[in-house]
């Protein structure tokens, strides 16, 4: 793993004009969302250890489970995963597909209309996966393989564009440095998308993710929380992945099993302003922070208000 | 100390602290997190300035070689956003138990982070005579560095050196690089050539493995074998370990 290099930009390069965008229409699957509603992502992992769940959906049986369990909670998405973030044993191609196309084609039977995310890097998975009927390919290492948009492109899938500063999948950042890691993120995730689109993936199906705690120590995702209402400006819908992840862990001294009101909190703030996607372990808490902060904003009528107006 | 009869050493004193990020008190956050690491660091360079060097020169990972000026400061904003000059501020407050509150202070340019930390670490005791602030490109090559590291050793009569190196980020399943079974040997080559004093196997470090095992320090690590070609009679490890899967080494080494 080489630095993945202090960067000088200023941002939003790339040139990416979110063509939608009047109208701002999500498209993920046969289905469309406009700007004021907000997703839940569920997490399905197909691995022996993840370092949330720690292999809990490991089983074809469990993970299907999980899955009759998160669309039963209101899931909007499910987002299934064959390789851990972190470093540790080799996953191959081969070893990935197995681990996850039976699986999706078997999701996907359960459930004709259900939105499926796939949660990989690499083309030649993504491409099994969409041939196996995924909506959406969910990059989480930021474009490391170029050729991820033509597969997404030729199925007519969706391609979240995130950020991980360059670095290489399955690794750690260390010592790494921004002038200014909100204008890396915007610069990185923008030339994807613009990426994605020039390679023919449709535009209404193309989201940005800052990737929180990819490429960053606490003090960098802390800052892309803080000011994610500038991805947001940029006009592309936006993912974001926080649930229990180490800088809500280092932000609250929690451990592994005690980030769940730090993850709900930064819910809350990234859809305050503007986050459309939110990958999450919990749906149904996470269902109740979105509901409550759409309420806030006056784009959710309470679900039944009667006090004082009797 | 003085210019021995083999010229091996020539009056020049090196100490030797890591340049991680989270030696500067405000990017840990309310945890001080290792106060013995800086302890260890600050009691190196107190030990160097009480040599009474004429010059400090201080070594360490840049983006290019280059001599920064005297005056250029620590400057945080690339770790902690919230921190520097760039990128925002913390509504409501410092972050306490830092010398520099903030994290940047007027003064000179910004440097670069393991010259910043160095220079501090030289503020931080009291030490305010000459110093020479030197960054070394991560990809100069070792002959490179042996020639600035025997250059440095002449600037002066007197000359204290502090460099700015660990070993590698791949000692555990935590580390940041990931357990590499290399990087134990890999570490103890510069722990036994820095308790031995004898630097000369820091000469030939090998800088494909040094890349792999996330050793960004191999530069400085042979600028300071170049600067001390002979045997050090007199060196001390105050501090050694690996927290974080980093391998850390705080030490002092001088002459007679």
């Known amino acids: 793993m080489g630095p993945p290099g202090r960067r000088r930009s200023s941002g939003r390069a790339g040139g990416g004009v979110p063509p939608v965008q009047a109208e701002r229409i999500l498209r993920l699957g046969g289905r469309s969302y406009g700007p004021q509603q907000r997703l839940v992502m569920a997490i399905v992992n197909r691995t022996p250890d993840s370092f949330y769940d720690r292999g809990a959906t490991w089983e074809e049986t469990a993970a299907m489970e999980r899955v009759h369990e998160v669309v039963g909670e209101g899931a909007d998405i499910v987002d299934i995963g064959g390789v851990p973030a972190a470093p540790g044993a080799e996953v191959t191609v081969a070893e990935e597909i197995r681990r996850t196309v039976p699986f999706v084609a078997a999701v996907r039977a359960a459930y004709p209309d259900l939105v499926i995310s796939v949660d990989t890097w690499r083309h030649q998975v993504a491409r099994e996966l969409c041939a196996a009927g995924a909506d959406l390919v969910n990059d989480t290492w930021g474009g490391w393989d170029e050729r991820l948009p033509e597969v997404a492109a030729e199925y007519g899938a969706g391609l979240v564009c995130s950020h991980a500063g360059g670095l290489p999948p399955r690794t750690r950042p260390y010592r790494v440095e921004y002038d200014d890691v909100m204008a890396d993120v915007l610069e990185r995730t923008l030339a994807l998308a613009d990426r994605a689109i020039t390679r023919g993936v449709d535009p209404s199906r193309v989201l940005i993710d800052p990737a929180h705690d990819f490429g960053k120590n606490t003090w960098h995702s802390l800052a892309v929380t803080r000011r994610l209402d500038e991805m947001v400006a940029a006009g592309w819908p936006v993912l974001v992945s926080l649930s229990h992840k180490d800088f809500i862990g280092e932000a609250l001294n929690a451990g592994r099993d005690e980030r769940l009101v730090g993850t709900l909190a930064t819910t809350a703030v990234c859809a305050w302003l503007g986050a459309r996607v939110f990958r999450a372990h919990q749906v149904t808490q996470t269902r109740q922070v979105l509901d409550m902060v759409s309420a806030i904003r006056g784009e959710r009528p309470p679900a039944r208000a009667v006090r004082g107006l009797a | ?256």
Not at chain 2, 50 to 64: C, D, F, H, S, Y
Request: with cysteine; hydrophobic share 45%.
């Open chain 2, 1 to 256: 100390m003085g210019v021995r009869g083999d010229g091996s050493l020539q009056g020049i004193t090196a100490a030797i602290c890591p340049p991680a990020p989270l030696l500067a008190r405000e990017l840990t956050g309310l945890d001080p997190v290792i106060p013995e690491l800086r302890r260890a660091c600050a009691a190196a360079a107190e030990r160097l300035v009480k040599t009474g060097p004429e010059v400090i020169a201080v070594v360490g990972l840049g983006r290019r070689t280059a001599v920064w000026p005297a005056d250029g400061r620590l400057d945080l904003a690339a770790f902690g956003p919230a921190l520097g000059t760039r990128g925002g501020s913390v509504p409501g407050g410092s972050v306490p138990g830092g010398s520099v509150p903030g994290g940047s202070v007027p003064g000179g340019p910004p440097l670069p982070l393991p010259l910043g930390l160095g220079a501090r670490l030289l503020d931080d005791v009291g030490y305010s005579g000459p110093r020479l602030l030197q960054s070394v490109h991560s990809g100069e090559p070792a002959a490179a560095c042996l020639r600035l590291g025997a250059g440095l050793r002449t600037i002066s009569d007197r000359v204290g050196l502090l460099v700015m190196a660990d070993g590698s980020a791949c000692r555990s399943l935590r580390a940041p690089g990931y357990l590499d079974p290399r990087a134990a040997a890999f570490d103890a080559v510069i722990a036994d050539a820095v308790r031995s004093g004898d630097l000369a196997p820091l000469q030939a470090m090998d800088s494909d493995l040094a890349r792999e095992l996330l050793v960004a320090s191999r530069p400085g690590w042979q600028v300071l074998a170049g600067a001390m070609p002979g045997r050090a009679p007199s060196t001390e490890v105050l501090y050694e370990a690996d927290p974080f899967g980093v391998f850390y080494l705080v030490a002092w080494l001088a002459g007679e």
